[in-house]
């Protein structure tokens, strides 16, 4: 078996550690790569050196930018009374999009999941404690994936979080755009209605 | 729309350039590598220089190796009376896996599929036909794909090859192991009738 030459296989081994690829993918990308341009290549390597040399992690937020603190932690115009608490920088990217949203965030940096390791001293709930001990907080946006982990962190956050007498809201439950009643799920569709809205 | 950073904005795109990642795998990647010890990603930049800089063509066949020429060129115990065309490095490795070819190759450097822009001159055919007139030639097997392209390109080969009378083989065609008569499409079960062979 096998007979690539070293230097191919090291980076079909690089892009096999990428989630999602495989080894008979990996060997296509890197075959495709193979017969681009030697700059392109160089570019490509260039960008990943860069994401090592400029990216940074806002010391605020713990979201990933460029400056520290970020755009978003330092502009005065948002409103620092409002914090939407997330798990990855990548949930942050979906919530910025949706332009409805002019606080600012806490990247939790994962969600509870002790199976797999996932500690509450893995998440960056001290540093969420200081910040709301240190500065007035008027709501806490609860924004997690509506799944176990993401529930039990909900749940763990309103119990944390219930000293401090902060409005704690979360994402609405409810049908998506282009869903289809009759294949909506039991739980959604219970939601939907419990939470129905006069038109 | 879009609030990334430039350098993760950028390895975005990279990675968008790949055949079969659209810009939400893409970005899935970008944050699964974010997420890793920086040396990992400074090992999957070296690969990528790696491959520019030790990578090179064989100047006899025409494969991708470390080598010019390359491991199976510089082998005197494989057959050189016997060559194996194929369109693309790829498919060499796939042939090298079974084992039961001991001859040598010539990569084509892909098939005949002139609306794409693959007309005879941007193939390796001039060397081929060079190859044969300095060196004597006993087999030539046509490993292609059994798709319109590969077709196109073995009787364009066929033809190109008549006047050495040399033996030309194609791999033969028939059902592959694990597979079901059922779904078996016309052509390919009429060449497994037509091939059979004694028990």
């Known amino acids: 078996m096998i007979k690539f030459p070293k230097p191919i296989q090291d980076l079909i081994d690089q892009f ?5 690829i ?5 060997e296509r990308l890197v075959y495709f790569l193979l017969k681009q341009n030697k700059n392109e290549i160089d ?3 260039l960008s990943l050196n860069q994401i090592n040399n400029s990216v940074v992690k806002c010391s605020i937020c713990h979201n990933i930018s460029e400056k520290d603190p970020c755009a978003i932690c330092a502009d005065k115009n948002r409103d620092h009374k409002l914090i939407c608490i997330i798990a990855e920088p ?12 002019k606080g600012v965030y806490h990247v939790l940096g994962g969600v509870l999941d002790p199976l797999s390791g996932m500690t509450p001293d893995r998440l960056k709930f001290d540093d969420l404690l200081a910040k709301l001990q240190k500065n007035k907080v008027a709501e806490i946006i609860l924004a997690f994936n509506p799944d176990m982990e993401g529930e039990a962190t ?3 956050l309103n119990n944390l979080l219930k000293s401090f007498k902060v409005k704690i ?3 609405a439950r409810g049908m998506p755009v282009g869903s289809d009643l009759e294949y909506t799920d039991e739980i959604t569709l219970s939601s939907a ?3 129905r809205k006069e038109m």
């Open 16 to 20: 096999c550690k990428l989630p999602g």
């Open 193 to 195: 209605i419990k939470n």
């Open 90 to 101: 990548h949930d942050l990217a979906a919530v910025e999009n949706t332009g409805e949203f």
């Open 154 to 156: 909900m749940i763990y």
């Open 169 to 171: 809201t979360r994402l």
């Open 22 to 26: 495989g080894p008979k993918t990996a």
């Open 43 to 45: 570019e490509f390597a």
